[in-house]
């Protein structure tokens, strides 16, 4: 189970607090979305993310809003969702979607030393595993400029919505059609840089490229 489960007031009985559920949502995700306050408005940032055990690395440029916020303590709210469906009900009210979601809440940790250069490689194999033995170390110009914030898991809520359309029985019987649409992120065949060697094969791991 999660450490603090944060409180789902809408639609609670689609809650998840099994901390397997949790981590199977973020593993299978690229993005996520950052929210946190700058000058005392909301502001919300999509960034590349990995979970790295009770955590999620947050990736950004060491100027970005994100990276300050942490800097300054500001709190952090940190979305990820996935579409499976639309769901096509009788009536427009129970029309919705399909969907895995997770927010977790808290302050972030922004990286330095060797913790931020092994954050860097776990969010290059998180992102794309296998592609770490391949390519080079990052320079020292690139360390400076890249920065990681770890957030934990910490103060996390998910919901999970499947299934067919639950329509009110007085809309059952009126001839529309109702069912659901399924929804599904694929990856299509590596295309080569244009400047490629010739000679160069494309690696087994991106051949066969797929999330958990």
Same mark, same amino acid.
């Given at each position: ?56 690395? *947050? ?5 970005? #809003?994100?990276?300050?916020?942490? @800097? /300054?303590?500001? %709190? &952090?709210?940190?979305?990820? +969702? ?40 776990? *969010? ?5 595993? #296998?592609?770490?033995?391949?390519? @080079? /170390?990052?320079? %020292? &110009?690139?360390?400076?400029? +890249? ?58 791991? &991106? ?6």
């Amino acid at each position: 189970m999660v450490k603090e489960p944060a409180r789902i007031r809408r639609l609670p009985e689609k809650s998840v607090g099994d901390r397997a559920a949790i981590e199977a949502i973020l593993d299978e995700g690229f993005v996520c979305h950052v929210a946190y306050l700058a000058d005392n408005r909301p502001v919300v940032i999509p960034t590349l993310y990995v979970r790295d055990g009770q955590s999620v690395l *947050l990736h950004g440029s060491t100027a970005s #809003g994100i990276v300050m916020a942490a @800097r /300054r303590g500001s %709190a &952090l709210s940190v979305a990820v +969702t996935h579409l499976d469906g639309v769901v096509v009900a009788r009536s427009g009210f129970e029309s919705s979607m399909n969907y895995r979601s997770v927010v977790i809440h808290g302050e972030g940790t922004l990286l330095d030393g060797s913790a931020h250069e092994r954050a860097l490689d776990r *969010l290059v194999e998180g992102l794309i595993p #296998g592609r770490l033995a391949d390519i @080079r /170390r990052p320079t %020292a &110009l690139e360390l400076r400029r +890249t920065a990681v914030v770890s957030m934990p898991i910490d103060i996390v809520s998910a919901k999970v919505s499947k299934g067919p359309p639950d329509d009110d029985e007085a809309d059952l019987g009126t001839g529309v059609w109702a069912g659901v649409i399924p929804m599904s992120v694929s990856f299509g065949q590596p295309m080569p840089a244009p400047d490629l060697e010739p000679g160069i094969e494309t690696p087994d791991y &991106l051949i066969d490229f797929r999330r958990s």
